[in-house]
């Protein structure tokens, strides 16, 4: 199974940042489960950047991306509060 590379999976985590990001801003057309499926979708990108092999990198380093999608998730889990705490 072929590993991904850096490119390939920054592209995936700014599109899945961008949903989020949508959700959390209250766009039309995004759910509660969209935001959480979303948040999954982050947090499972992350984790692949840090198993990425250094092979992968190159000179490129993923500390921004990964900051930047830890915060659409803390932004996402605080909307997701606000939600529930409206029922």
Do not use: W
């Amino acid at each position: 199974m072929a590993t991904a590379t850096f490119d390939q999976l920054k592209n995936k985590l700014d599109a899945a940042c961008e949903s989020l990001r949508g959700f959390t801003l209250g766009h039309e057309g995004y759910t509660q489960k969209d935001g959480r499926n979303g948040i999954k979708l982050v947090e499972e990108l992350i984790a692949k950047f840090s198993k990425l092999p250094d092979a992968k990198l190159g000179k490129r380093n993923p500390t921004t991306l990964i900051a930047i999608g830890r915060g659409r998730i803390k932004a996402a889990e605080a909307r997701l509060a606000l939600l529930k705490k409206k029922r």
